[in-house]
């Protein structure tokens, strides 16, 4: 069975999207901020981070980041109440979609399906400046 986390620090969303997506037949773990999350993350397997932008302390960025770096392998999709996304947040490898608060359920099942068969993201790599030098 596929783990979704839920990262979002508004518990009534976070019980409305566990109920949602545990209805559509997915094991769920939630996390009320970034710093929570990093831990689940490191306790087991998910398969789809679903993260809110906007959160107090350590925002949904920071924490896109965090994931892309120390779990490549791991998809995110945002959940913002934002609606216009900056390009540089939702075009960024390991981003897979994003849907917009308050959301349909066909929105969300629509992202979660898309994120979950998506090919694993490829982790950052270093670029060696020197051989573009060479060039």
């Known amino acids: 069975m596929k783990t979704i986390l839920i990262v979002d620090d508004d518990p009534g969303v ?8 545990g209805d559509m037949g997915y094991q769920v773990v939630e996390a009320g901020d970034a710093l929570s999350a990093l831990e689940l993350l490191e306790q087991g397997s998910v398969s789809l981070a679903l993260c809110d932008v906007r959160m107090p302390g350590r925002d949904g960025v920071w924490l896109v980041d965090q994931i892309l770096t120390r779990f490549p392998g791991t998809p995110v999709a945002l959940a913002t109440g934002l609606l216009e996304m900056d390009p540089h947040v939702t075009l960024r490898s390991g981003v897979v979609g994003y849907v917009v608060k308050p959301f349909k359920r066909a929105d969300l099942a629509a992202v979660i399906r898309a994120a979950l068969e998506a090919p694993s ?7 060696d400046l020197e051989a573009l030098d060479a060039l």
């Open 14 to 21: 976070r019980a409305l999207l566990r109920r949602v997506i």
């Open 121 to 127: 993201p490829e982790p950052v790599k270093e670029i």
